[in-house]
């Protein structure tokens, strides 16, 4: 993803700036949201299933076994769930990371041209002084 900011007088839109960070941080708080929620989703499930003795009855002799297998099937899928969330909030914040990168790096390279067209002016002006002072002095004489 490109990200592109105006630039203003001492660098780049801070208020831009501030928008998309605030814009990767909320997608980082919905991913941990969404994991949290996966999270309460099997908590729930799991409670609902102790507490309404479901069972899934194949026969008495391997009706734990049967039980045992699907949370232990349940507990992976959460857990792959709640992995999953993180690996994409790790990658929000990483992506948000390289773009602060680059924002501040170009502001750099930015803030050194404008520097040195400002030294550019400056000696410009003082040769245009001189060249005031010079006409000054044989005009006064």
Excluded: H, P
């Amino acid at each position: 993803m490109s990200v592109n900011f105006n630039i203003e007088e001492n660098g780049y839109s801070v208020e831009e700036v501030t928008k998309y960070i605030e814009m990767l941080q909320s997608e980082y708080e919905n991913a941990v949201a969404w994991g949290e929620e996966m999270e309460a989703k099997y908590e729930k499930l799991k409670a609902d299933y102790e507490n309404q003795g479901v069972c899934f009855t194949i026969n008495e002799d391997n009706q734990n076994e049967v039980i045992k297998d699907v949370f232990d099937k349940l507990t992976l899928t959460i857990e792959k769930v709640k992995a999953d969330a993180q690996v994409r909030a790790n990658d929000i914040i990483n992506q948000a990371k390289e773009e602060a990168a680059s924002i501040l790096r170009r502001a750099k390279e930015n803030s050194v041209e404008i520097r040195t067209e400002n030294i550019t002016i400056m000696k410009n002006l003082k040769s245009i002084g001189d060249m005031i002072d010079v006409i000054l002095e044989k005009g006064i004489q």
